[in-house]
């Protein structure tokens, strides 16, 4: 099994948990994010793209190049001789192949987890105990001798390709619900049937040199959204197809399967912002979706009702094609084909199947999307539930005394290790089915990464990522504090012209995905709770000709976090100078050590209880290091990589006295959300993304004045920030405040 690598330090000799259950296995797996470096600032709104454009994933130059001239060659070559080689192929396999129910999975342990579960696992099925659960992808049968070597693997590889039995399992019923809808009004058949070559060309050449053009503005829900939608240059490919309507029932372009097994669960009226969600993912715009509040998941019916309309679409109209070509050729044969008829010829397809993938943060997470797919489908059967449950669902929660926000984060199997695919037949749903062989892909990030940078090159996989046409990153913040990088791994592989080409019928392969323009066609949708620039980039780099849609909260001074503290402790925001944001973290740096932190224990009005809270890890350590060689601070420090027994004893000497100064990173308040006593001021580093950290900052000092360890007219809670930090800033003071903040000549601002 592949070590997953930490960028932090490490902790000598210490074992951890394996597939441990609830926090603490969330806790074990934050040891594999990095902060080794700043993220990127970006401005708070960019009206251009220009500087924003995605940099070309790094391949393998000769294997590109190869891959490409044999799928042209391919093209050009005889439909008849490619059928013939399928056939020998197929007869050929028939020796060899056996049925797998579910995915040929490692039961190696990792080198980096306890195996304190090993003995209850045994009474399980053997998948149970296994890190990485759902990856499939059934290799064919090895030798005995090379058998102890893929045990040793992330997970088996299987490279069949399914037979043609199985490609035609989903029932064929295109257009059926739908005869009077003219199809040319249709966005599905537009955004991915409707592009000439031509046309494709020419917007691949305008996106590289012209911006994007901000087309619209919309207030929505009273005022607490803005919704700007930014077209390519030349215009959006399948704008204004459809007329809104608050009602599902009224959406033509949706299946009637769709619809019916949709409303059977969930009203069929929207409020104005579903509505417009809904409207704009219809029409394959790309969608930076921040949902507010941790609790708000009525964005996640909207979302996968769009994605089971796309794949069972995307099914049908494969089977109608078929159809159309079995009957040229039963006329053929039959001598009935009337004069001057040709085969058709019908481009409706990617490389590979799978057309959209799911990106979540913990397997709680994806089994309550899953079981959500699932009563969507309208499927009377499910293979592999047992198996999926027991992988995937545990009843466990957080201590009832931590935040609510925690708990509903927290809750049930926080393992960030799986992969499932998901495939739709006629009747079912079935779990674990073979990555070539499904038509949905949820998985996380780092148990993705994991199978596309496999340390060993050849078993490294992304061919079932080609064909990607619909992408969704849900809880997107979680993510990002597990480890953004994998993100990054993941994107880099989407859309790439394959390796290998899988058994493909080059014939009905569409010619942008021959030219390598999917990245065009593939529609991007992140949900969050807050924006951060990270997640701004996915949208901002994203190429999709439909446009693009950000919603943006807006943050009044009554709806702000400060506004709902009911504290009357001092607030202070002083500014630092920054000439852009690439020189953000450095002149930080300098003003917190050289202006901010001497003057704040030079003018305390206690000897201790400074707590300092640092979001960045990168930045943490900095501090740290520059108060550990250059100051005579007596102070602790605690972050996401310090034992349990470290942070004990620091959080006690803190409360105790006997520090002058805490050090605290925000990753391990993400993952702990301890009670710290003591904290008498607070000094924040930098404005925090989640303004519920901030809010909590303030109890820590409420705490002390509550308990008399404090005044609370001498405690602060100070925070530095720049022009740049405008988006967070937000959320903590209000639209109307934080402007005021960032241009005005003062430098220091007070609030109680």
Known sequence: MAKRELSGPQKGGQKKHRNGHGRQSMRTVTRTARRDKPEEVEPEVSESLEDEQEEAPVADKFQNIKAYDALLTLLKSDQQNIESTKAVKERSKKGKSHETSGSIESNEEDDEVNDDQDAESSDNEDDDSE?????DAEENEQEEGQEAEQEESVAGLNVEEPSEDEEEEMEF?????QSNFNALEDPFEAHFNGVTEEYANKKSKLIETAKWETTAKASLADGSYIATTQSPPGGALASGLIAKTNNVEKYSTLKQRVRSDYLRHH???????????????LEYKDINYPYKLYNNASYKKLYLLHVLNHVFKTRDRVMKNNEKIRNYHDALKNGTLKKGAVEPELRDQGFTRPKALILLPTRNAAYELIEQIIKLSGAEQLENRKKFKSQFYEESSPLLTKPDDFKHTFKGNTNDFFSVGLKFTRKAVKLYSSFYNS??????PIGLSMILEDPKQSKR????????????????????????????TVLKYLNKIPKDFHGADFSRIRMWSVNDQAKLMRQSMVFSEYLTPNINSIVSRSQNIGGKVRYRPIFTSK?????????????IFQRFDSADPQNNYEARFKFFVNSVLPSTLKQSSYENGLLVYIPSYFDYVRVKAHMKQNTR???ASIDEYSSKSKISKARYAFSAGKVQVLLYSERLHHYSRYDLYGVKNVLVYEVPSNPLFYKELLRYVGKSVYKEQADIDLSFVKTIYSKWDSMPLERIVGNERAPVLCNLVNELYEFR
Request: net charge negative; with cysteine.
């Open 267 to 281: 009203s069929e009226n929207l409020d104005e912002l579903e509505l417009d969600l809904l409207h704009n993912m």
């Open 559 to 571: 709806t702000c976090i400060m506004n709902s503290v009911g504290l009357k402790i001092k607030q």
């Open 633 to 635: 601070i007596n102070f």
């Open 439 to 444: 038509d949905i892909l949820v998985a996380s």
């Open 131 to 135: 890190d990485f659960k759902g990856f």
């Open 173 to 177: 019923d295109a257009f059926d619900d």
């Open 461 to 488: 996989e992304y061919d079932f990522l080609s064909s990607i046409e619909v992408l969704v990153i849900d809880h997107a913040n979680q993510i990002e504090m597990q480890n953004w990088d994998h993100v990054g």
